[in-house]
């Protein structure tokens, strides 16, 4: 029997206009688009990395849980970060979020859409049949 796809959205304006789901659920897995620090009941963006990376985990986790699905489901990371000196503020919010669950992880340095953004995380999640 082929598995069921289906789109998960947060609202943001950025989904439309860009033409992308936020995650997209095919089978056990789930797939989360790229995530920006973005408060998206606000559309607030905080200035520093460690507070936009804990708006992107609060979005990451809210969209798996709608996707029946959990942090520690996901099996691959990755960051873009737009300039290495902010590493060091960003490791204490990367170690809360994933520091237990340990996914496989790429991290990028390059710059994002808007010069206010810092960060964008994205991931994908596996959730065992058995």
Same mark, same amino acid.
């Given at each position: ?14 989904? %439309? ?5 936020? /995650? ?5 897995? @789930? ?8 408060n998206y009941e606000t559309?607030?963006? =905080?200035?520093?990395? /460690?507070?936009?990376? /804990?708006? @992107? ?12 699905? /959990? ?8 960051? !873009? ?24 992880? !790429? ?7 808007? =010069?206010?953004? %810092? ?9 065992? =049949?058995?």
């Amino acid at each position: 029997m082929p598995s069921t796809r289906r789109l998960i959205s947060t609202g943001s304006p950025f989904e %439309k206009t860009m033409g992308y789901s936020r /995650a997209v659920v095919q089978g056990d897995w @789930c797939f989360v688009s790229g995530v920006t620090g973005y408060n998206y009941e606000t559309m607030e963006l =905080p200035d520093d990395v /460690a507070g936009q990376a /804990a708006n @992107c985990f609060a979005t990451i986790e809210s969209v798996l849980e709608q996707a029946g699905f /959990a942090l520690a489901d996901i099996v691959r990371v990755q960051y !873009t970060l737009v300039d290495r000196s902010l590493l060091d503020a960003l490791k204490p919010e990367l170690e809360k979020a994933l520091g237990a669950i340990r996914p496989a992880a !790429t991290m990028v340095i390059a710059g994002l859409i808007e =010069p206010e953004m %810092k960060i964008e995380i994205e991931v994908t999640a596996y959730r065992d =049949p058995s």
